[in-house]
């Protein structure tokens, strides 16, 4: 037996996923980086080898095996179960225990297998293995991601695969983000799932800008996704609408500075304030007057917050200006066409009116500075894209400060330390007064096996090997 994943030498805990992939670990690492190992591979599962099977090279104290769920609400189709060992390290005569054959009759694998094995992997120090991302395609690649998701999930380490997952999805560049502003949504309770700020990022960023759309109105009522992250998506969304609300609002009182006056001294002729003054600036009105019309036009079509880009239409048509909007066809059909004049007239009155254009494009051009990672310029979208995402807006922000605290009360308080009283519950367990961390700490620091279930196994032994002193054998011969 080698001493490296997947069989380690001495290893306590004999894992079978299935006839081809079985192992031999120890349950001091599985239990280090899993909430759920910590659970199935406690002492009173543990069986008491004896000693002659100590003296044969047995060191199995633990036996798991995936077997199917019967429960058709459970996360995932197969689950680790603990089998009944006898004091060999073996399973007792007669066992019906099944073990799930993977190829039989040349049926595809499962994928949850390979999850499976890509996680104890993980748990070990291993890169887990999600595709390539280079020659795979996203939804190949997003699969694997999901079901090594899964059983992170259910054994309770999903920090073990945030940072592989993540940094596979990443390398397919813009394929992900493209696929993220399609369905933002998804990818944002993907994100927490795995707890990505990268992904969850950019997701939500998309999310917002399409917040008045009936598909992200639709999964924000059905429940699809937790009540934090919706929090945290109408927030976002109605900072939006406030600063398109505001842009409206300083575009219609907007007044070119060539049609302002100053009065300094008060009088008339020295401060240009006069009738024949006001009279001259007739053009530059005419052409303030066009612009607000169209203003209102846009806002009585509810083409602002109210629509289902929030206003993106309406705003990116003032940042391009010129004849994006109030072009000189639509001046002739509409204006000039009330409004005769002189081509002179007509010309001065369309200058005007592109100053104006030029100048307003100032208001919105904060609209357009994208904190998303998709390139736009290749791959347009027609929503928002600039809504800014600091670290306190991540759902799990709280949850982790919340830890944060507690450890530092743990330690100002002295909460943990071994002077403390370590009360145990009823079953004997640490957890409930520590939490899980602080009990495997406990229990290391109190001599129980801390690195490799040493003490656990000669606990299990010690009494054999007393007999053994005493002269006589595991049958009670006499030897």
């Known amino acids: 037996m080698t001493d490296q994943f997947p069989e380690f030498e001495g290893g306590d805990v004999r894992v079978v996923l299935t006839t081809g992939r079985q192992y031999q670990l120890h349950a001091s690492i599985l239990r280090q980086h899993s909430r759920t190992m ?41 689950q680790l179960s603990i089998v009944p060992l006898t004091d060999s390290g073996v399973e007792p005569r007669g066992s019906t225990t099944t073990i799930v054959v993977e190829n039989e009759n040349g049926r595809v694998s499962d994928p949850l297998f390979k999850a499976y094995h890509s996680i104890l992997a993980a748990l070990h120090g291993l890169p887990i293995d999600l595709g390539d991302a280079q020659e795979d ?108 609300s505001i842009t409206m609002r300083r575009l219609s009182a907007y007044y070119p500075i060539s049609l302002t006056r100053v009065a300094t001294v008060g009088r008339i002729d020295k401060d240009n304030t006069g009738r024949a003054d006001y009279g001259n600036d007739i053009l530059g009105w005419m052409a303030l007057c066009v612009f607000r019309h169209w203003l209102g036009d846009m806002m009585a079509t509810d083409h602002t917050t109210h629509d289902k880009d929030m206003g993106f239409f309406f705003i990116q048509l003032i940042a391009q200006g010129g004849n994006a909007y109030l072009n000189r066809t639509l001046m002739q059909q509409s204006f000039h066409a009330k409004f005769p004049m002189s081509p002179k007239g007509m010309n001065a ?122 002269g006589e054998d595991d049958d009670g011969d006499t030897s």
């Open 137 to 244: 395609n996203m939804a190949d690649l997003l699969k694997a991601a999901l079901e090594a998701l899964s059983v992170a999930e259910y054994l309770q380490c999903v920090p073990i695969v945030t940072g592989p997952i993540e940094a596979t999805l990443l390398a397919t560049g813009q394929n992900l983000y493209r696929a993220i502003a399609e369905n933002p949504t998804g990818w944002l309770v993907f994100s927490d799932r795995i707890r990505s700020r990268a992904i969850f990022k950019e997701a939500m960023i998309h999310a917002v800008g399409r917040y008045n759309t009936d598909k992200i109105q639709t999964v924000i009522h059905d429940g699809a996704m937790h009540d934090g992250i919706v929090s945290i998506l109408e927030r976002k969304a109605q900072e939006v609408i406030n600063g398109v």
């Open 349 to 470: 009155v369309e200058f005007r009116l592109t100053e104006i254009k030029n100048n307003v494009k100032d208001y919105v051009k904060g609209y357009f500075k994208p904190t998303c990672q998709l390139d736009l310029h290749r791959y347009p979208v027609k929503h928002y894209t600039h809504t800014n995402i600091a670290p306190e807006d991540f759902p799990w922000h709280a949850e982790q400060a919340a830890a944060r605290n507690a450890d530092i009360e743990r330690v100002m308080y002295g909460l943990g330390n071994a002077d403390e009283d370590e009360d145990l519950d009823e079953d004997g367990d640490l957890t409930s007064v520590y939490g899980a961390s602080e009990a495997e700490a406990h229990e290391e620091g109190s001599g129980y096996e801390g690195g490799n279930d040493a003490e656990g196994s000669d606990t299990g032994t010690q009494q054999n090997d007393q007999d053994d002193d005493n």
């Open 38 to 78: 910590r659970d199935l591979l406690n002492p009173r599962t543990a069986i008491d080898l004896s000693s002659r099977a100590v003296r044969k090279g047995a060191s199995t104290r633990w036996k798991m095996v995936l077997v199917p769920t019967d429960d058709e609400d459970a996360a995932l189709r197969f």
